[in-house]
């Protein structure tokens, strides 16, 4: 039995490193090409001999990414923002109060969870031509926070159930705490994994999102950087090294915002999916 369990857990390591390695592959081949010199035509699994960070340089103002990251921020931000605010306070009362109100609503937006975004795409834009919020940050704050809120208050709720004990709930208002100050003092601290799960998730998914940035801010001063990068893209295909250098610069903030949260995502994703 102990070397079967030997034998399994060896295959299971080799399996995991092939795994890894194919995953890596890209990324390696990316960051070779983006560090290689003008000029450089070696392989591109090749490490160059001389490092070279004028791509960056070239790719930030070529491309004009300045801008395209302040208003990518700006989106990004503010509708993670209004998703763990509202998010978590609309979770709290389906969490606690199992009233069919509650459940009914609980359901619809698990329902809507189900929905593909770009199906209401085309009311969605003529909506937002008559109220005239064409190329405007609130359009693509109140989209995104739209289109995230099901699953933010789907994980949050779970986590809630499974996790937080009513027992400190219900000491807190013994000693006569209000709803609100018992949610924000003794509930939304304790929901820090779950919501650096939601903050990884949404805040991806906002920052790499084209289809509707493409369609809600034209305006080539509201461009976010999916937006630039694909325009920069198109321009310069004949120069991978560029290309690579911005494709790195658009993907860092993320992965950085990956590495502070890694330690509590998995935790807050799997405990607010257990129960619903």
């Known amino acids: 039995m102990n070397h079967y369990n030997k034998k399994r857990n060896r295959v299971l390591t080799i399996l995991a490193f092939c795994v890894m ?6 990324f390696y081949i990316l960051v070779t090409t983006a560090l290689k010199a003008k000029g450089d035509f070696s392989s591109k699994w090749a490490f160059p001999e001389q490092i070279s960070f004028q791509n960056f340089t070239d790719a930030w103002k070529i491309a004009n990414l300045g801008p395209s990251f302040m208003n990518t921020t700006i989106i ?19 969490a606690r109060r199992q009233t069919k109100l509650n459940k009914f609503f609980y359901i619809l937006f698990i329902a809507i969870m189900i ?19 064409m190329n405007t940050y609130e359009v693509a704050i109140l989209n995104n926070v739209a289109a995230y809120m099901p ?10 159930r499974s996790t937080i004990p009513r027992e400190l709930e219900e ?12 949610f924000f003092r003794i509930v939304f601290p304790l929901l820090k994994p779950v919501t650096a799960s939601i903050l990884i998730i949404a805040c991806v998914f906002i920052w790499n999102d084209y289809q509707f940035a493409i369609f809600f801010l034209q305006d ?3 461009h976010t950087i999916t937006v630039s990068l694909a325009s920069f893209f198109g321009q ?10 911005a494709a790195i610069i658009a993907m ?11 330690k509590y995502f998995i935790a807050g994703l799997s405990s607010g999916s257990v129960k619903g």
């Not at 699953?151 to 809630?160: R, S």
């Open 236 to 245: 310069n295909q004949n120069n991978l090294n560029l290309v690579a250098a």
């Open 171 to 182: 000491a807190a208002k013994i000693d006569g705490a209000s709803t609100l100050v018992i």
């Open 220 to 222: 080539s001063a509201m």
């Open 21 to 26: 390695v194919f995953h890596i592959m890209p």
């Open 115 to 133: 929905i593909p975004p770009l199906t209401a795409l085309v009311p969605l834009y003529k909506m937002v031509v008559n109220m005239g919020m």
């Open 76 to 94: 990004t931000v503010a509708s993670a923002v209004l998703l763990i605010f509202l998010g978590s306070m609309a979770a709290y009362p389906m």
């Open 252 to 262: 860092l903030p993320m992965t950085v915002l990956f590495l502070f949260l890694q």
């Open 151 to 160: 699953l933010t208050i789907f994980l949050y709720a779970g986590f809630i």
